[in-house]
């Protein structure tokens, strides 16, 4: 477990959040919401190619005003696999400004395990975590 040690210096602003799933899909007419679903989609023709897109999306803003090596850190449980935490990362060499990571959880690893339930995100600054989102369901 890496030490925490929050710095005002860098923030997790906003995190997006999609499933992409069509059976759960409720019909709207609302077009951000449709735009967003075709273009997860786009290209798919076959229904293998659509089962290889199902599942959890996920997007993280962040922003540093100091230049930092930046680990993002994305920890997760899936559905069936119980307290078992799964982790994705991206690295950012001398990172200023503002980004956004995403990281997705579909095909197999959606298909076999299930839907992620809860999620943290980290910001790791030379092995501590310097800043930190989270689920409402992330156990503490």
Known sequence: ???????SQFQLKKVRQFFNEPSSFIPTSCE???????????GAISQNQFNQLRGNYFSFLWRTST????I??????????????QALECFYPNALGSYESKFRVVGEDYLKFGRV??????????????ALRRSFLWRQ
Request: positive net charge; proline residues 4%.
């Open 1 to 7: 477990m890496l030490p925490l040690a929050p710095n």
């Open 32 to 42: 951000a919401i449709n735009f967003e679903r075709n273009l997860i989609n786009h």
């Open 67 to 70: 230049r930092a090596n930046i």
């Open 72 to 85: 993002v850190r994305f920890e997760y449980h899936q559905n069936s696999l119980g307290n078992k935490t």
């Open 117 to 130: 339930v809860s999620w943290r995100a980290l910001l790791i600054v030379e092995g501590k975590v310097v």
